[in-house]
C-alpha cells in the first residue's frame, strides 16, 4: 500500500530564516505530486506541482520554490521567510495522469515570528 | 476560472440525524469531484471520488452525487455519528489540479 510522510510536523521560524518541508511517498513509481498551503481562515491553495523528477509547475507567484531531486521526494523551499508564509502545509499525490484520486499527508504547521 | 462554493459554512446536528452537505461550482469542464473530510490540525482523508461521466458514488453511510449540468454536488451522510464531526472540503479537478471550496463545518452531537 501506499503511505506519504512530511517532516517535520511543526515548525516555527524567524522572518528571514530559510525553510525546507520535504515529502515523500512509497508504495507507487511515478507519481504526481502537489504542494498545497491552507492559511488561517481560509482555503486550500496549489501552490506546486510536479509530474515527473524536475519538472515543476508553480500556481503562485511567491518566495517559495519546490524541487523534486528523486521520483518520490517533494520539497518545499524559501530562501527568506515572510510572516505571510505561516500556515499549514500540505504535500499530496495521486497516479500519473488525470482524474485520480489525490491522497494527502499528515501535513506541516508553520509558523513565522 | 473555476469558483467552488460550499453551503453551509457551519452545521450542528443531533446524533442520528441524516444530514446533506452542499458543493457548487462555475465550471463543468472538470475530470472528476472528490470529497474529503478534515480532522482539526490534520491532513486531508479522501472520502469519495466521482469521476466526470458517473452521477453518485457510494461508502458506507456517505453518498455523493454530482451534477455537472447545474454545477452541483451533494454529500449525504446517513444516521450522523459524533465521530462523522469534521471539516468537509469538496474539490474539483481541472487538468491535474485540484481546485478546493472552503468547507463545511459539521458538529455532530451525541
Known amino acids: 500500500s501506499q503511505t506519504i510522510h512530511q517532516w517535520p510536523a511543526t515548525l516555527v521560524q524567524p522572518v528571514g530564516s530559510p525553510l525546507s518541508l520535504e515529502c515523500t511517498v512509497e508504495g507507487t513509481s511515478n507519481p504526481n505530486l502537489y504542494w498545497y498551503r491552507q492559511a488561517a481562515g481560509r482555503g486550500l491553495q496549489l501552490l506546486f506541482y510536479?509530474?515527473?523528477?524536475?519538472?515543476i509547475s508553480s500556481e503562485v507567484p511567491q518566495n517559495l520554490s519546490a524541487s523534486r531531486p528523486q521520483d518520490r521526494q517533494f520539497i518545499l523551499s524559501s530562501k527568506k521567510l515572510l510572516l505571510s508564509d505561516s500556515g499549514f502545509y500540505l504535500c499530496?499525490?495521486?497516479?500519473?495522469?488525470?482524474?485520480?484520486?489525490?491522497?494527502f499527508g499528515p501535513g506541516t504547521r508553520l509558523t513565522v515570528l | 476560472k473555476q469558483e467552488v462554493t460550499q453551503i453551509p459554512a457551519a452545521l450542528s446536528v443531533p446524533e442520528g440525524e441524516n444530514l446533506v452537505l452542499n458543493c457548487s461550482f462555475t465550471d463543468s469542464a472538470i475530470y472528476n469531484l472528490q470529497w474529503f473530510r478534515q480532522d482539526p490540525g490534520k491532513g486531508l482523508t479522501s472520502l469519495l471520488l466521482i469521476q466526470s461521466s458517473q452521477r453518485e458514488q457510494t461508502s458506507g453511510r456517505l453518498n455523493a452525487s454530482l451534477d455537472k449540468s447545474s454545477g452541483r454536488s451533494t454529500l449525504y451522510i446517513a444516521a450522523s455519528q459524533p465521530g462523522d464531526s469534521a471539516t468537509y472540503l469538496c474539490?474539483?479537478?481541472?487538468?491535474?489540479?485540484?481546485?478546493f471550496g472552503t468547507g463545511t463545518r459539521l458538529l455532530v452531537s451525541p
Open positions: 510536479s509530474v515527473g523528477i524536475g519538472q
Open positions: 474539490a474539483l479537478e481541472g487538468f491535474q489540479k485540484l481546485v
Open positions: 499530496a499525490w495521486s497516479l500519473g495522469g488525470s482524474g485520480n484520486e489525490q491522497f
